[in-house]
């Protein structure tokens, strides 16, 4: 997975994807979406992660809070 810094020459490509990211009028700004959208993918696993721990605890503390204020 791409982190911050990481270049795209730093991956191995499929022909398409790398004629993209190598085109010198768009290729940076298509790897800086691409970036973005791993990052948010990650946070959303992440998120998820956290969700299912929680459901195996008697309460989610956001629920508890709302539930009773």
Not at 1 to 15: T, V
Not at 35 to 58: F, G, H, P
Request: charged residues 30%; contains cysteine.
């Amino acid at each position: 997975m791409p982190e911050l810094g990481d270049r795209w020459q730093n991956f191995h490509w499929e022909r398409e994807v790398l004629a993209v990211f190598a085109d010198k009028k768009i290729g940076e700004a298509c790897w800086q979406v691409f970036v973005a959208d791993a990052q948010m993918q990650i946070a959303k696993a992440l998120r998820e992660l956290e969700d299912l721990e929680w459901s195996n605890t008697k309460r989610h503390p956001v629920e508890s809070f709302t539930r009773y204020s």
